[in-house]
């Protein structure tokens, strides 16, 4: 038996070569040498339109005009070449004009085949459509004047002025191509009437005259931030066409006008150019030229700028990615041509056979572009062809199809009888062929649907032992077509004839679904829709309506004629909730009865209310409803809104969607497949709620491949997104080419990384997508519903919304005065405008200035802070901060005031200056760009002191004999008493330094002390002037201090222990620390600015800040201290070499106790007693 197969297995391949190359063989193609194409010509004229064909003789050539058949005249004839001839070109209304789409026909004995459509088109010119207007200009600044006219072709516009053409453009005129006048710099001599004039080759149309009148500017101008008067518009341009974008702004001084790509890509500079002052022309364009074009005016020498957007799209004409192939194929097998075009807008692909479009029947089906013919005929011999169409345009290409009939085949099975055995099941018999029967290897049985169209047909083998078989997938009461094909090893017999069976009928499989109103308090208006054929299952011969009230326990039943839609129940109670359901029957029984279905009657008081809408649900596709409503007849009452609720069967009812009075449609989305819904509405106005109207509806399955047994349709392809503002995005996609039905869509958006989308039912191949937040990263799907059939969602498209301009102006704005002559401003933004800003400007003015709009401006990139310098002493001034992105400018803050004294000259030097006092108080300082550099310093500095810390103490140790001198914790050790080093390390001390008020500003490497009432000028041995480090890396005024130097205190130098030990005391008397500020973590400066507040210190020298203390500390006891005493001589000789400060100077350096952590970093500590002994000094060495 094996060898049998293989050979006929052989046969049949070498059959199927055969038949492909006798088939190309004998292929004689017919194709168009000449096609015809589009023109436009002047009413009257004579026109030729161009068709030339070759292949087998005799050709015959046919003309259609829109799709019909063109008869022929004595006016309008076909010429020898095949080619039509028009003597005069009419333009009429209805079928008389010889405007239209014309293609010629061409037929040989293989075929026929169809050229590109070409149009023809009368020119003309209509009235303007608008007219320009008459506007008022401040001399200097821009004037524009704009027309518009419909014409075809599209006509050149002039503009006139005083009756005198004006060029197209000059230096300050400039003319666009749309109608548009654009004037820069007007001036008095500009004044006068203008009007333009469209021409083509039908006529010329004059506008009225609009008079620019020209008011004198003021001198000088006062500044103007710019403003873009007209900014460019969103534009459809075809591919190698020419696309203008306008920008005309206005502004003092005149504002630079630049052009970029919302992408970030450069613009094409070989197929662009600027025209007149800032207008840009795409010349050329080409698919990549599409994008969104942003046009910024900005002030010169400033960041100040205005903004404005286009999105411009590249229409490309159909044009065929691949085209279909000539095929060969043997009677019974199965064609498949391929066809894929490309365009913009996405073409659509239909197929024609011989000229005529192919229609889907069960063996004829169209996926994708594709054209698949199974059980091939010899009818369906002919030539195929794959047409793309859009609006700009039509191309076709041509193959052939060659069904090759075996001569020795068997004939058609013969007496082929269908009988229903069940509501899904039929029972086929028939004879076998009459010629050739014994060649027969397998019949093959095919049905489909009888009813309706583009029905899908099945195919089941069956052996050849039998002429007997049972189909039991069938649908109740559905009538199907039947037949059956013959099968030999070299092809397939022609196909039975065909015969009609119907299933038997069944119990409806489901009830009608309710829709209930009340008209009067009384009644409800009960309807109810047709079951399919595919839910009745028959004939609905019978309806049961049963209802009663929520507290009646048995339900009143009312029996229906089947054909009935609706019934009114009467004599009801007002105000009272029913319960209803309905029950349909077949001839084969009862079904099952619906869900209860509840609706109050409206109160007997409410009739001033708004009546019942009239409402239609249908379901969309298998997870969306469609609502629909007006109001009911004869209403009269005002509607201030209306309320949806919608709800599962047997799930409680939801809340409320509120929808304005204008609103007649709404989409509820995002429902489960297979499910029941109950749709309620009601009209509500200042009385209160209306009668409400009341739907049940099913939501359809989502019909799978293995429901349909066809493949799911392909999801949209080429879907784009585009950014037009801050808060819209355009979205455009390709319409499906493997049908020309309607299409719902549905588009999935949300932001990048949520989890919740919204979903919108769209019906157009284009959406924009509106109330976007500013600066958010969106993502985009979309699929396709057709037939109760969903797609797959689309690839997704990522696109962000521009930043919009900062809305609020900075927050807590501060002005402190650090320098005589200098002022700080800082500020601070509310947390949503902070992403984007790419500046900062400030206005500063004295009162004297801002009274004459004399502001100094000032920029900062991306800093919270800014120095304010050249301030004049005795002066007020107001300063204002706004924030910027590339979007726009801000609203300015408030004004701050900040008061100046007097210039005093050189301050004295006993006594403190005279200060300012600034309006804001404290300092804010805005640590985030310094973090890192603080982070590496700090670690760089912990690392020194370590090392410095060992060596303080190894030094320490060899001098004390092993005690704790040398460190901070021998002064606070008891006598005799040893501390561990990490007791040392965590002992606290209370020492009086500042009072609540003061801090050190650490944050400035100065220093110099603030408090409420303002800053503190320096010690007059430190008077020298300082200039802020945060700003500047000026070098800081330091003390340097030797080994064996003296440490300067509020009582004098005294002598001071090398840098890495303090001496031992000399005396029964208490130490006095002198303390690192590096070493405090308590200062409130450091607090508030979230420094270190650290100095810079050398292998060399240290800077120190010694603030002497009159008290003594009561953590600190004689009996606690230790280490070697100071002579009375000591400290009097000490007393002589320098001043005393002055009591004032003393009470405000050491007011109150501050708490520092005494740590073993402290590098230099000193002891300092007073002549009588008894109160001992505390230094602070820094």
Request: aromatic fraction near 6%.
């Amino acid at each position: 038996m094996a060898p049998v197969k293989r050979k006929l297995y052989d046969r049949l391949l070498l059959f199927s070569v055969y038949l492909q190359i006798s088939g190309a063989l004998s292929f004689s193609e017919l194709f168009f040498v000449a096609e015809p194409q589009g023109v436009t010509v002047v009413r009257g004229d004579a026109v030729v339109l161009d068709c030339q064909a070759q292949g087998a003789a005799p050709i015959t050539v046919r003309w259609l005009r829109n799709g019909l058949q063109l008869s022929e005249s004595e006016r309008i004839h076909r010429l020898p070449n095949g080619s039509l001839y028009l003597a005069e070109a009419e333009s009429r209304r209805g079928d008389k004009s010889d405007e239209g789409s014309y293609q010629c026909l061409a037929q040989n004995k293989h075929g026929a085949v169809l050229s590109q459509k070409a149009r023809l088109t009368i020119a003309s010119i209509s009235s303007f459509t608008s007219q320009p207007s008459s506007i008022v200009v401040t001399e200097g600044s821009v004037g524009r004047l704009a027309c518009s006219i419909n014409s075809n072709p599209p006509p050149i516009i002039t503009w006139e002025f005083n009756r005198v053409t004006l060029p197209l453009s000059t230096e300050r005129l400039t003319v666009l191509p749309g109608g548009v006048l654009q004037i820069h710099a007007v001036r008095a001599e500009d004044a006068g009437n203008y009007r333009c004039i469209a021409t083509n080759i039908a006529n010329r149309r004059r506008s009225v005259e609009a008079t620019l009148t020209v008011t004198p500017a003021l001198l000088p101008p006062p500044p103007q931030r710019p403003l873009i008067v007209a900014g460019p518009q969103n534009t459809s341009v075809a591919l190698h066409h020419s696309a203008v974008l306008e920008c005309l702004a206005t502004g003092s001084p005149r504002p630079l006008i630049s052009w970029s790509r919302a992408d970030g890509r450069s613009i094409d500079v070989h197929h662009s150019r600027v025209l007149g002052n800032g207008n840009l022309v795409l010349s050329a364009a080409r698919p990549q030229h599409a994008g969104v074009y942003v046009c910024r005016a900005s002030t010169p020498g400033t960041r100040t700028h205005s903004l404005a957007h286009a999105n411009v799209t590249v229409l490309a004409p159909p044009s065929l990615v691949e085209a279909p192939q000539s095929l060969t194929r043997p009677r019974a097998g199965t064609a498949r041509f391929v066809c894929a075009a490309a365009g913009a807008p996405a073409p659509l692909v239909t197929w024609l056979k011989n000229g005529e479009r192919v229609r889907p029947n069960g063996r004829v089906k169209m996926y994708n572009s594709k054209l698949v013919i199974n059980q091939l005929t010899a009818e369906d011999d002919g030539v195929y062809q794959c047409q793309a169409e859009s609006a700009l345009g039509c191309v076709l290409a041509a193959a052939r199809l060659v069904v090759v009939v075996s001569e020795d085949r068997p004939s058609a099975p013969r007496g082929l009888r269908a009988e229903a055995v069940s509501s899904t099941a039929v029972l086929l018999a028939w004879d076998r062929p009459l010629y050739n029967a014994a060649k027969v290897i397998a019949y093959s049985v095919h049905y489909m649907k009888a009813e309706g169209m583009n029905n899908e047909e099945y195919q089941v083998v069956i052996g050849n032992d039998t002429t007997r078989y049972i189909i039991d997938d069938l649908e109740p009461a559905r009538n199907y077509t039947f037949y059956i094909v013959a099968y030999m090893p070299m092809g397939a017999s022609c196909m039975s004839d065909p015969v009609v069976g119907k299933t038997l009928e069944d119990v409806p499989l489901r009830a009608p679904e309710l829709s209930l109103t009340s008209r009067s308090p009384t009644d409800i208006a009960v309807s109810w829709a047709p079951l399919p054929a595919k839910l009745s299952r028959g004939r609905i011969t019978a309806l049961r309506l049963a209802f009663r009230s929520g507290a009646e326990p048995t339900p009143t039943t009312l029996e229906l004629p089947g054909g009935r839609g609706q019934h009114l129940l009467t004599d009801l109670r007002p105000d009272t909730t029913y319960l209803l359901r309905i029950t349909a029957a077949t001839g084969a029984g009862w079904g099952e009865p619906s869900a209860w279905t509840s609706h109050r009657t409206p109160k007997a008081s409410s009739a001033k209310v708004p009546l019942a809408p009239l409402l239609t649900v249908d379901p969309l596709n298998c997870t969306t409803l469609s609502l629909s409503w007006s109001l009911a007849p004869g209403h009269s009452v005002r509607v201030l809104g209306y309320r949806v609720y919608y709800h599962e069967e047997s799930r409680p009812e939801g809340p409320a969607l509120l929808l304005r009075p204008s609103d007649s449609r709404h989409t509820i989305g995002g429902l489960d497949p297979r499910k029941k819904y109950h749709v309620k509405i009601l009209a509500f106005n200042a009385l209160g709620d209306g009668y409400h109207a009341d739907r049940t509806v099913s939501t359809p399955g989502c019909v799978s491949v293995r429901d349909r047994l066809v493949p799911p349709p392909p999801p949209p392809h080429h879907l784009h997104a585009q950014t037009n503002s801050s808060s819209r995005m355009f979205l455009h996609w390709a319409r499906p080419a493997f049908t020309s039905r309607t299409l719902n869509y549905t588009v999935r958006c949300h932001a990048h990384g949520l989890k919740n989308a919204s979903l919108v039912l769209y019906l157009e191949e284009k959406l924009l997508v509106q109330d976007l937040e500013p600066n958010t990263r969106y993502e985009f799907a979309i699929r396709l519903h057709l037939d109760q059939l969903s797609s797959p969602w689309s690839p997704v498209v990522y696109q962000s919304t521009f930043p919009e301009a900062p809305t609020q102006p900075p927050s807590q704005v501060k002005v402190s005065l650090v320098q005589d002559s200098t002022a700080l401003v800082s500020w601070r933004l509310p947390a949503r405008d902070q992403l984007g800003v790419t500046h900062y400007t400030i206005l500063y003015a004295s009162r004297k200035a801002w009274a004459a709009g004399q502001w100094q401006v000032l920029q900062r990139d991306g800093d919270s802070m800014a120095l304010l310098e050249r301030l004049q002493p005795g002066q007020v001034y107001l300063v204002k901060v706004s924030a910027s992105n590339q979007m726009g400018d801000g609203p300015f803050s408030p004004p701050v005031e900040l008061a100046l004294g007097p210039d005093t000259g050189s301050h004295h030097a006993h006594g403190p200056p005279h200060n300012p006092v600034p309006s804001e108080g404290f300092l804010a300082l805005n640590q985030t760009p310094l973090t890192a550099v603080l982070v590496g310093v700090c670690v760089a500095l912990l690392c020194i002191m370590s090392a410095i810390i060992i060596a303080c103490r190894g030094q320490s140790s060899e001098r004390t004999g092993g005690g704790l001198g040398g460190g901070l914790g021998g002064g606070l050790g008891g006598a005799g008493v040893r501390r561990s080093e990490a007791q040392a390390g965590e002992e606290e001390v209370v020492m009086p330094m500042m009072s609540g008020d003061h801090f050190i500003d650490a944050k400035g490497g100065t220093d110099l002390m603030i408090n409420s009432l303002g800053p503190v000028k320096p010690l007059p041995e430190e008077k020298r002037k300082k200039k802020w480090a945060f700003f500047r890396r000026d070098q800081k005024n330091v003390e340097e201090i030797q080994p064996g130097g003296r440490c300067p205190t509020t009582r004098g130098p005294q002598p001071c222990a090398t840098r890495w030990s303090c001496p031992p005391r000399r005396g029964p008397g208490p130490q006095g620390p002198c303390l690192d500020t590096e070493g405090s973590s308590g200062s409130e400066g450091s607090q508030d600015t979230g420094d270190s507040g650290r100095y810079s210190h050398d292998g060399t020298e240290m800077a120190v800040l010694c603030s002497g203390l009159r008290s003594r500390p009561a953590s600190l006891s004689t009996e606690e201290s230790g280490g070697s005493e100071v002579s009375r001589e000591e400290l009097e000789e000490q007393e002589l070499e320098e001043p005393e400060l002055e009591e004032q100077e003393e009470e405000k350096l050491c007011h109150s106790g501050l708490k520092i952590r005494v740590t073993a970093e402290i590098s230099c500590h000193q002891y300092q007693q007073t002549q009588n002994g008894s109160q001992p000094a505390l230094s602070l060495c820094v």
